[in-house]
């Protein structure tokens, strides 16, 4: 079997809002044929491995009414205006708003394609050590509505999350799996 390139043939916008847009278009398929796709346009993110220590992650248990539950996630954010050459400025903004800290060390650890099959959105993957508390008179606001509590984890506890299936957030399950490469 052989993939071919799609040619875009029309696209058109058909919804704008402050984190995505959704774009539709015509495409001419390789066989002659046409066809539609919908694509979700979302402004790129960063999640945070945040390590308390080398045996120890924080995760943020949040309501997402996407799945109308909670939900144990890695630290995450959207990048903003001030954030597209140098992601690392989103991570220290989103440690400092959800976790209340800053990073003694910061690295990139990956990026990826969040929902290919629909949408573009990019999130960088960030490793976040040596975490010390910010005082308070330093703390960002957090988003609008934004509640969550924290809670650290051990690698086993993750891992059981994992192995049971209720570890279901994917930049997290990605973060997981970095960890247990970062382990050998």
């Known amino acids: 079997m052989v993939a071919y390139r799609e040619t875009v043939t029309s696209s058109k916008i058909i919804y704008e809002g402050p984190i995505f847009s959704v ?20 402004v790129p993110a960063i999640g945070v491995l945040a390590f308390v220590d080398d045996e120890h992650i924080i995760l943020e248990k949040q309501w997402r009414a996407t799945i109308g539950d909670f939900i144990l996630e890695i630290p995450a954010g959207k990048l903003d205006q001030r954030d597209f050459d140098e992601p690392h400025h989103a991570v220290e903004r989103e440690l400092n708003e959800e976790l209340r800290m800053a990073a003694g060390s910061i690295e990139k ?12 959105a990019y999130m960088h993957l960030y490793v976040a050590r ?20 924290l809670v650290t984890m051990s690698f086993s506890e993750v ?26």
Not at 109 to 120: K, P, Q, W
Not at 174 to 183: C, D, G, I, S, V
């Open 109 to 120: 650890a990956l990026g990826f394609v969040e929902t290919v099959g629909f949408s573009d």
């Open 23 to 42: 774009e539709t278009q015509d495409v001419d398929l390789y066989n002659g044929k046409k066809a539609k796709r919908d694509i979700v346009r979302h």
């Open 159 to 184: 891992k059981s999350l994992f192995d049971s299936g209720k570890l279901i957030d994917q930049k997290t399950v990605t973060a997981f799996l970095y960890w247990n490469y970062l382990r050998g």
């Open 130 to 149: 040596n975490l010390t508390p910010i005082e308070q008179n330093q703390q960002l606001p957090r988003d609008l509505g934004e509640t969550m509590d």
